[in-house]
């Protein structure tokens, strides 16, 4: 699961901004999660709870965000939906050589802190 190390990762991050800044805790972050990213948000959920005992984050609620996948044709400029799996043939020249615009995304979007100081934009 996957999701363990992401949780870690993105709670790792968001401490050492806590110390950076003389945070005493969290309340929220907000994650951006592409669809073509692999995560599950439940379980990312779920991993993150764990991953937040005994840190400046304890307590503090994860929102997921999904990012929708967009594909672009580099010859003729359409876009569209490439879908899960992705379908990256052009639906209009049927051109192999799209460009995926977004749906990988993964990155902390907000984080809350608890002494109510401004939020982090990342």
């Known amino acids: 699961m996957h999701e363990m190390s992401i949780a870690s990762a993105v709670v790792e991050q968001v401490a ?25 948000p439940d379980a990312l959920a779920f991993c993150f709870g764990l991953a937040c005992a005994g840190t400046v984050l304890e307590g503090a609620e994860l929102e997921t965000v999904a990012i929708p996948a967009r594909a672009r044709c580099d010859p003729c400029g359409v876009t569209w939906a490439p879908g899960l799996p992705p ?3 052009c639906p209009r020249c049927a051109g192999a050589t799209a460009e995926l615009l977004s749906g990988r995304e993964l990155r902390i979007r907000e984080v809350a802190w ?5 939020r982090v934009h990342g």
């Open 16 to 40: 050492r901004e806590a110390e950076r800044r003389g945070a005493t805790a969290a309340t929220a972050v907000r994650v951006e999660i592409g669809e073509l990213a692999g995560v599950v």
């Open 114 to 118: 608890a002494d109510g100081a401004e």
């Open 87 to 89: 379908d990256l043939l």
